[in-house]
């Protein structure tokens, strides 16, 4: 079935970096959009960054991430990244990653399949 699990969240200081990884089973990944959600307290979830199938290849970012953060793929290791660079702590919530087959948006509702999340906590 289809498996997606998160690893490499904790607590990091304002400014440092984290790498969140994805790892999918159960299906080809490169069939699929990989997007990487997030909650925080309080709030609904919201997009942070997509990777649509690897035949369209495109990159999504929300703007609060734009240049501090990338998403990445390795479709050999069944592996989608999430490298975070100068972290804040208005990045602190549970980051979830989703899969969607040949999917080409970010937007959250057309997510099928989804992790279980990890939390991730910029604090000082």
């Known amino acids: 079935q289809v498996q997606l699990v998160e690893s490499g969240g904790g607590l990091v200081q304002p400014g440092g970096s984290l790498r969140l990884s994805c790892a999918t089973s159960?299906?080809?990944?490169?069939?699929?959009?990989i997007g990487w959600f997030r909650q925080a307290p309080g709030k609904e979830r919201e997009p942070v960054s997509c990777?649509?199938?690897?035949?369209?290849?495109?990159?999504y970012y929300a703007d609060s991430v734009k240049g501090r953060f990338t998403i990445s793929r390795d479709n050999s290791k069944n592996t989608v990244y999430l490298q975070m660079n100068s972290l804040k702590p208005e990045d602190t919530g549970v980051y979830y990653c989703?899969?969607?087959?040949?999917?080409?948006?970010?937007?959250?509702?057309?997510?099928?399949?989804w992790g279980q999340g990890t939390q991730v906590t910029v604090s000082s």
């Open positions: 990777t649509t199938h690897s035949s369209d290849g495109r990159t």
């Open positions: 989703a899969g969607e087959v040949l999917g080409r948006t970010c937007q959250l509702a057309d997510y099928d399949y």
């Open positions: 159960g299906f080809t990944l490169a069939h699929y959009a």
